[in-house]
Each structure stands twice: as C-alpha cells, then as structure tokens.
C-alpha cells in the first residue's frame, strides 16, 4: 500500500532554494535510508514532509498524523528541560485526541524505556543524563508514538557502538512487524545492510531505488567514498 | 506580627488586594512555566509594556481602560509568536521594539492630556487602591479558566512544551495551544497591572518558573512549586508593603528574587 507519496516537491528557506523536485513514493512496510552529505537537505525534506517547514509540490498521506513518531536531529536546546525520564518518554504517549494516560500508556512507555535498556533511569532526571542516555530516552519516546510510520534524523548521534548494534536490531524488529522507517543517517555500511530502499538527495533527486541497485550506482559518490 | 495580619484583613481593600493578587500569582506562574520553558519567557516583559501604552491611550480619549486594552494586547501576542516561527527577525529584538515604542506612546498620549496623573503612575507601578470589584469577578474567572485549561491540557502542554515539532509532526494542533498560552498570558498581564504596575507584571511570569528549576527537575514538581512560591511570596511581599508603607508592586518582586536568590543557593548546596 501507498503510504506516502511525494511529488515534485519544492523547499526554500525565505529566498534561497534548498531541495528541489523531489518525488519518490513510501509503501508501508518500506525501510527507506536518507543519505547525502552535510546541507544537502535531509532533515529539511522530513520537516517537509511532517508539515514543519512550508513547501511546494504535492505531499500525499495514506495514513493518519498521529500514526507517525517522529525524532529531529539531535539539538542541545533540550539540555535544560526539567522532566523526569518516565515523564517524556510517557509523553510520546499522548495523541491528538487524547489528554490522559491510562494504564496502556504507561505500560508501553515501560516497554519503549526496556527495549532501549534504559529501565533504570526512569526516575531520573532528564537535564542529568549524558548525551547517549538523553538519545535513548528520546528514541524510546518517539517508539511510543509510532503506530505506522517511523521518521528518524540521525538517530544514531551520540550512542556508543553497543546501543547503535541494539539499536538497528530494534528498527530491524519494528520494519518486520510492519512499521515503515524513513531514516536519515550518514551511516552507509548500516544503510546497505538494513534498510531496503536508499534515498541519495543534494538539494534534489540524486537516487531513489532498492538497496542492490545503489550498490551498483555509478554517480552515488558515496559508495565509491566507502570503497577507496 | 500576628497584630499587622489582622489589621490588614480589616480592610476590605486589602482583602481584595490579597485575593486578586493570589489568583494574578497563580495564573502568571503556571503560563511562566511553559514561556520560560519555550523561552517566549520575554513576551510577559513585551506585552505588559504594549498594555501600558494601550492604557494609556485609553485614558487619554476617555475610553474603558480593559475593553480597549484587552483586544490589542491579544492580537500584538499572536503577532508576537508568529515573529517566533518565521526565521527573519529574532524574537528579542523586536519584542525590545515593541517594548520601548508603546511606553513612548503611552508617554506622550499621558502628556499630551495633561501629563501624569494619578492613574498613569498606578498603571506603570501598580496600586492595590485602584482595583475595584471587576478586577476581583475578572481575576478569579481568569484564575478558573487557568486552571481548568492546565488540568485537562497539562499532559499535552508537557508535549508540547517539551518538543513542540515532534507534537506538531504526530497531529497536535499546537498553534491551537500556542495561541491558548498567548490568550491567557495577555489576559493575565492586563489583570494584573492595577495591581503590580506594567513594570513589574512581567516578572511574576519569569521568576517563580526559574526560582523553582533551580531546585526542581521535574515538569510536575516545577509546576507545583512555581505556583506555591509565587502565591507565598504575593503574601509576603504585600505584608511587608502594609507595614513600611512601600509599593505592593515592587515588594512582590523583591520578594520574588529573595526566594530565587535562596532556592539557587540551595541548589548549589544539595548539589
Ligand atoms: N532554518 C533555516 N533557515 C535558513 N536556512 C536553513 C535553515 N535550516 C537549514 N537551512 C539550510 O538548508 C540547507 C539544508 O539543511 P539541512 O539541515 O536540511 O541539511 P542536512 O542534509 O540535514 O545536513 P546535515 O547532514 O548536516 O544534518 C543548508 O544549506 C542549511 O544552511
Ligand atoms: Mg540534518
């Protein structure tokens, strides 16, 4: 099924034009890798398309907003925030129509904090945890809001080498039990082993096919990079 | 002491004054919890300015202080947080814009009817002389819809304070409660102005929100001890202004930093 579909899509930052023509279709259960180099426009097409940023060009949903998790690019403005562990990542929980949490939530919230083996800071404090941890815990609540859809920027930023093995086995799990992944990451190698479609921007379309075929794409720069 | 309390409560100006400011405290520190936290913490100090001036205006044509003041107060805070999301003109400047042309404005339509009066001083520092029974059923219904809109929407505002593009990727309608915070402060910061003056309104938001993260680190406690520490200090700092004859207004907010100054330290302290 056709999840989300993008067309021709256009973003400019005031004047200046950052991604041009843009189309590639999602299909549920896609495990779509974003790569390209620094200020390509990565994580400005996932604002795109999450409606965070104003574009032009047609961006098709099949699923609901709410089926969507999303986690941005790591930013140091969340340092100082005063919550609880237990309290964000609960807080991935919340939905557009709903105001409480119910004993549900917060079972799944347990869950999410498990699977990231960061049960035992629950009662921590958000603002006192080590960058690693912080990405952890943000993860975990981003896998409480995904029902459908999963949008990642670089969610292996700041996890040591151990929690990035986990952490691509738990994406593997979640692609298996039929949540589709769109991740942007400058990892290539995890990039070709996982993930079953490769989208390669600069600014515009550079290469939107499976995984097998980018291994043999002449013009994709940075397969050759890894095999120099 | 015990002697000063109960005079105090034999007035039925100061009782008003008591209850109001009570409210006007707990209404400015639980929206100073989340503008601090989204850091549109400035926009108290912006706003409360614009109300001067707009109070001012009024004044001078004669018009109803709050009818004329409330409307333009709301709409300059809706234009406030846009100026936040589009990327051109950074926020702090053009709330310091904002701030000085309405205090020029509101000085010359004072002065081009005949200079400062009475009503003017009590607008910029606040005068527990000047509320009347309005400001009582007009704070105590604001106090209400705060604390109504912070039970039922606290979890979202978490989220949304939190990490307002994840909220706004997954379906919240967080201009919907972006403009809610921006409604109620502008509210809360006209209401309180007879009381505190439009000088220091501003820091009844921004202090009791950071006295209580240099102790707290949770959203809950912070919330909760933001709203006790702010109603405490009202109390302290209008019995100290009973007693030595000083502006309520201002001893509020130097009670305000005494707490800051002394729950830092213990912050230091149990660190
Ligand atoms: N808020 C903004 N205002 C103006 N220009 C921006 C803004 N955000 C990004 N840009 C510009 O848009 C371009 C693309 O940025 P983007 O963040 O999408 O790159 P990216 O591919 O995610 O890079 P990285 O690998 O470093 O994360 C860059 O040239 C950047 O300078
Ligand atoms: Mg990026």
Known sequence: ??????????????????????????????????????????????????????????????VKKNEIGYLAQKDNSLKQFPASVFEVVLSGCIGQFKFFYNKHDKEKALQALKKFKIEHLKNKNFSELSGGQMQRVLLAKTLCTTKKVLVLDEPTTGLDSKTIKDFYKIIDDLNKEGITILMVTHDIEASLLHANKILHINNTMHFFDTTDKYRECEKCSLVRDMYD | MINHIIEMFSYTFLVKAIIIGILVSLCCALLGVVLVLKRYAMIGDGLSHVSFGTLSIALALNLMPLVFSIPIVIVVAFLLLRIKESSKIKTDSAIALLSTSSLAIGVCATSLKGGFNIDVCNYMFGSILALSKTDLVISAVL???????????????FAITFDEDSSKASGMNTYFYNALIAILTALC???????????????????????????????KKVVFTASLVSMVCFLIGIYISYVYAIPTGASVVLANLFFFLFFHMMGRVIK
């Open chain 1, 1 to 62: 099924m056709k999840q989300i579909e993008v067309k021709q899509l256009q973003v400019f930052y005031d004047k200046k034009r950052v991604l041009t023509d843009i189309s590639f279709d999602v299909y549920s259960k896609d495990y779509i890798a974003i790569v390209g180099d620094n200020g390509s426009g990565k994580s400005t097409l996932l604002k795109a398309l999450l409606g965070l940023v104003p574009s032009k060009g047609m961006i098709n949903f099949n």
């Open chain 2, 143 to 157: 106090a209400i819809v705060i604390i109504s809109v912070f039970i039922i929407f606290y979890n979202k505002i």
């Open chain 2, 189 to 219: 910061i006209v209401v309180g102005m007879n009381l505190m003056g439009s000088m220091l309104i501003s820091s009844l938001i921004i202090f009791p929100a950071l006295t209580a993260m240099q102790l707290f680190k949770t959203f």
